[in-house]
Each structure stands twice: as C-alpha cells, then as structure tokens.
C-alpha cells in the first residue's frame, strides 16, 4: 500500500467513501454518463454521510477534517465517477469566496446550508468572450441605494440551474482593468436571474454547466463579498485552494483507470498468456502506477500545506503544479488503460472509455494546463536562485 500522510480519523473517512464509492456511486456511473442527466441521487448520498461537509468549519456545521481530506475524498470518488467527484470539489470551488472573504454575518447566512448540501453552489467567472482572459468580462454592477443591480451573462458555470446561490464576478469599475471587479453572493430565486442553455458536453455528462444571465438583476448590497474592486484577488484566492480539487479528480480517474487496466490485463490472455505478462504491457502497467503515485504525493502535499495556512505565492505554485500534474496524468493513464484493453477500450461497456472522455475537461477548466504553465513560471522568476550560478563561469 502507498504511504500516505493521513491520521486515523482521516484514514476512517477515506474508508467509508471508498466503500461507498464502490457499493453506492459505480453501479451508478455508465448509466450518469448515458443520461447525462444531473445524479441527484449522487447528491443525496452524500447528504445523507455528510459528505458536503468536509470541506467546512465545524462552527459552520461541517467536519473541521481540513483540506487534504476534501482532496482524498474528491480522488476516492472520482475513481469510480469523475461527475460525482465534482459534486463535492464544486462545493468547495462555490463556497470558498465566502469562507475566505465572508463577514459572520455572510457565513452564517450561508454557509450551514452549503456544509448540509442543502444547497450546492456555483462560481461564475467565465463568459462566452472571456475565459483564460477573465478580466476581459463584461458583466457589470452598479449600485443603487441598498441593492447591486447586474447586467450580463457567464458561459460555462458547473451547477448551473441546480445550485443554490452563485459567487459572481463583475465589474462595479469597468475602466479599472483587474481592480475594477468585485464578487457577489446572488441567491438562485435572485429577480432578474435566470439559467440558460445547458450544455452537451464530451464528459463528466450527469454535471449541469450552463449559461447564466442577469437582466437587471437585484440582491442586496450585503451580498457584497469583500470590497467592491476586491473581486479579481478573490476569484484568484479561491483558484488558489481549489484547483488541487480538480488535480483530486484527475488523480481519482488515473488510478481507476490504471486499477481497471490491471486486473484486465491479468485475465485477458493472447499468444498463450495473460496481456500482463507482456513486457510492453507490464512496462505501460509499471509507468501508470508510477505516475499516479507520482501525482498523489505533490497534491498531498499541496493539502498538507493549505491546512498548514500556506498563502501567496507558495501556494498559487504548488497547487497550480498539484492540478497541472495530476490532470496531465489524468490524460496519460486514461488514454494507456484504453490502449491496454485494445478494442474493448473503445467501447461503452467498458469504464475506461468514459474515464478518458472524462479526463479531458481536468486540463481545461479552472484554468487551462497552458495557464497552469504560466502562472509556474511566473512565480519562478520571482524567485532568486543565482546562488546556484556562484562559481559558474
Ligand atoms: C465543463 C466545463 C465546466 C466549467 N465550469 C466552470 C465554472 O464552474 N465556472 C467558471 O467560471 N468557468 C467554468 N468553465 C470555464 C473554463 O474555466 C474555461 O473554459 C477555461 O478557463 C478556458 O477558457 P476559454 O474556454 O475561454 O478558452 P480561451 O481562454 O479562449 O483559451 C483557448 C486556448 O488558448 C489557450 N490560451 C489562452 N490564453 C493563453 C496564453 N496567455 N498563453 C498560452 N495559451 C493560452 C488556452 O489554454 C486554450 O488552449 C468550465 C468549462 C467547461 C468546459
């Protein structure tokens, strides 16, 4: 068994998911990806085991168990049905604006009903002309006496038309560039709110992601998060400690995958022998094992060091690392399980087809891989290292 970084309490809760994971949300998984309809039942499920609230203070009435425990709980999950893996890692993507920036008042009011999943959430960054470009939005707020009015739409927002309220970014400055966003709380029955076109998409099918608009949409001006033109810092903040969420995912399907190749390859058999005991095979089996454990240690340790309070820059590299790697692997893994099962691969009745149409979206949303690249690099060359050039002539 790999080592892991897990105390006692935490190795119990992986416990329980892992069996639920199995008994409860796989028989459940072709037939998600079949309908492509939302798993409320899914949602259910990890109502009823409390699930939505691990990623919560228990003064907010989730578990308290941390960061790193959300993530193995997203993996556990994911390996079985990547679209209920992302049940739980969107509860975390659509709550954090309010548990980072929230006011008491904000986070009583809101978030003992995400930590009860009474509620899923939704974080509404992108638009149809800005996605990787977010501050290029066009949505805007005014205010007016004690209500923001919005005016615009997002494109591509995870639990649309099934979540309870939406953090929203738009800009209250429209000539302030960056500066001139803030984030809003707008409560789903909010008037002037409405959901649009839900898309068909290549996978994670049972997961809504659609179009929102706001036509003069009112909330309160309490719903407010941060200070007005604080927007674009927190959409960020939030990125920071979400995105291991999405690398948990992209894990949770490289290691179902590489579990599911493995006991294939042990009794599919051809030239007299199990697929397994060809070195080729053997070899594709040894390296996606390898990279799955690879990916495990750097988003455990990018758990580890967000329960540790990391902030700033250390953590906008390496959990931008933890989601690059691990949704890269994702990738890799799928794509070799397929191969390894030949033409079984490539049909529906078998799991690793829907993981690797799965897999794709780890490396696009919550910032492109490309991006991920980016935002690496830039920190990188904040950093000073010429130390290591003493002495180099
Ligand atoms: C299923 C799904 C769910 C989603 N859920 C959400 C959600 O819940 N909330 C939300 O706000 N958004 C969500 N998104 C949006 C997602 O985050 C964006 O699609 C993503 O960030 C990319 O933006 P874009 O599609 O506009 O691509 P673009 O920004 O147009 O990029 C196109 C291509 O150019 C590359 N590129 C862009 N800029 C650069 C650069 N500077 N250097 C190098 N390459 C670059 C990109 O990597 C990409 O390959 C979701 C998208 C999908 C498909």
Known sequence: ????????????????????????????????????????????????????????????????????????????LSKVCATTGLLLAVQELGSLGIKLTGTDEQKTRWLPRLASGEWLPAYALTEAGSGSDSAAMRTEARLEGDEYVINGSKRF????????????????????????????????????????????????????????FFDDCRIPAGNLLGEEGEGFRIAMRILDRSRPGIGAQGLGLAQGATDFALEYAKSRETMGKPIAQHQLIAATLADMETKCEAARGLLYKCGQLIDEGADGAELTKISAM???????????????????????????????????????????????NQIQRLVIAREMLKENRAFLLAGVS
């Open 1 to 76: 068994m790999p080592s892991d970084p897990l105390t006692e309490e935490q190795r119990e809760i992986r416990e329980l998911v892992r069996t639920l994971a199995r008994e409860r949300v796989a028989p459940r998984a072709a037939e998600i990806d079949k309908s492509a309809e939302f798993p409320w039942d899914m949602v259910e499920l990890l109502r009823e085991h409390e699930l939505f609230g691990l990623p919560f203070d228990e003064a907010h009435g989730g578990t308290g168990t941390g960061a790193l425990m959300v993530l193995v709980a997203i993996e556990e």
């Open 157 to 212: 927002i995870t639990n649309a038309g099934v979540a309870g309220l939406y953090v929203v970014f738009a800009k209250t400055d429209p000539d302030a560039g960056h500066s001139g966003i803030s984030a809003f709380v707008v409560e789903a029955d909010a008037p002037g709110f409405e959901v649009g076109r839900i898309e068909p998409k290549m996978g994670i099918k049972g997961s809504t992601t659609g179009e929102i």
């Open 322 to 368: 933890a989601k690059l790697f691990c949704t890269d692997v994702a990738m890799e893994v799928t794509t070799d399980a397929v191969q390894i099962l030949g033409g079984y691969g490539y049909i529906q009745e078998y799991p690793v087809e829907r993981m690797m149409r799965d897999a794709k979206i780890t490396q696009i949303y919550e910032g492109t």
